[in-house]
């Protein structure tokens, strides 16, 4: 798919490709108790010295320092939304910093983060919540998940960051937490799983059938020797950082500024990844109701153009392209691929993933019965943005026939070097 060209010149302070600030606890919007625990570590990417110091900020006031790459203190907040944020500053006098949004109460509670209360979402789903408890001073001991009256997962502590694997339909869920005293609280969640139905292909970025293509501008044709303008590279089966223990890093670089880097699989028909030919097409007429379902991370989400997710289905001469874009640098605004105009078009939807941290990202669309283009929703880390956009189809080939994924980076007005890392990749069909 060509890609959006923008025609401005971004200028940005661009914190996090120098540095890493690391914060394990607590999360970006999340809900805890007094005194806050900050639990966070710092590495220098451009000063040979290394970290000099930490601390934290609390609404613009500097409330704790401490020397070294690492932090571990509490801090005593009355109950209140607080925007924090965890800095390091380098010995060569430079300085990176992680902003972390937090809500501070005085009631006991489970506080689920992800998925909201009657959330349509797909398998595995994503379950982020942190407990407080003032009935009892010995704290909470573990929190665990309900499915339908079964108790399905236990851990630890009190937060829980899981992903459960449910077949499609409804659930009644339950977070629960247990303190130390006896005492328990719950939240409630119920849930549709898989409304595209059907079948599933799971840990994609984990597959093989994976191939890189440049896009050089101002045509954006895609091209595999494309000199220094623009490279690539995929690294898969890593470890750290990882949700599953098999992420997959995507890399772009070169000289050309504003080139991106196509990531292309070919899931059913020609050139099948998962054994999936269709070599008498009788499968692809019948399929009508997608999903793509990924979670992924950066720490250098500044340096970032947009990153591009995207459905391609071909048969009988049809081009089905439904191009969903994340426009960081360039407007943190959701768009859409309109098929016959190739334009990108504007949903209205702001885009803000979080950087340094794992984003969760659900595209649902559909092919009407004329083989119109329905783009159904978005959702990023549990905020649904619900678009029921029509679009009528384009044309292809009639040798193309096969459904394909594709994960793209854009690169800057500078064309700086980042990386992503996709993880739990699932595409539902």
Known sequence: MKACCYAICLIALITSAF????????????????P???????????????????????????????NGAKLNTELKLDPANYKTIVEEWDYCGGATYTPVAITVTNKTGVWVMTPANNAKVSSPVHYQATATTFACSKGVASMGIYVNNQLKYVVDGASL??????????????????????????????????????????????????????ELPPQYQICKDCGPGVTWSMTQHIQSPSMSGNSTRFSLGGTTPYSDVLFNNHLIGQGSSQGMPDTNHTLLPTLHNFTYDAYFYTDQLSLSEALEFDINMFFNG?????????????????????????????????????????????????????????YQSITLNGTKNVLNKYY??????????????????????????????????????
Not at 19 to 34: E, I, L, Q, R
Not at 336 to 362: A, E, F, L, Q, R
Not at 397 to 424: C, E, F, H, K, R
Request: net charge negative; glycine share 12%; aromatic share 14%.
């Open 161 to 214: 960051d899981t992903n459960l694997s449910l077949a499609s339909g409804t659930y009644n869920t339950v977070v629960e937490e247990w303190d130390r005293c006896g005492g328990a609280a719950y939240t409630p969640i119920k849930i549709t799983v898989g409304s595209g139905g059907g079948n599933v292909f799971y840990n994609l970025q984990g597959s093989g059938g994976w191939d890189g293509y440049g």
């Open 392 to 429: 009528a189809p384009g044309s292809a080939p009639q040798g193309w026939w096969g459904i394909t994924v594709n994960y793209q980076m854009d690169g800057n007005y500078q064309q700086a070097d980042y990386s992503t890392y996709l993880d739990n990749f699932s595409f539902y069909y």
């Open 318 to 374: 049809v081009g089905l392209i439904w191009g969903t874009q994340c426009t960081v640098a360039a407007g943190h605004e959701w768009e859409i691929w309109d098929n016959v105009n190739s334009k990108w078009v504007s949903t209205g939807n702001s885009c803000y993933p979080v950087n340094n941290g794992w984003n969760h990202v659900v595209i649902q669309v559909q092919r009407e019965s004329d083989n119109t283009l329905r």
């Open 36 to 66: 806050v625990q900050y639990v966070a570590s710092a590495v220098s990417k451009t000063c040979d010295k290394g970290v000099s110091s930490m601390g934290i900020y609390v609404n613009g006031k500097l409330v704790y320092v401490v």
């Open 19 to 34: 540095a890493d600030v690391t914060v394990s606890t607590p999360w970006n919007g999340s809900v805890v108790a007094s």
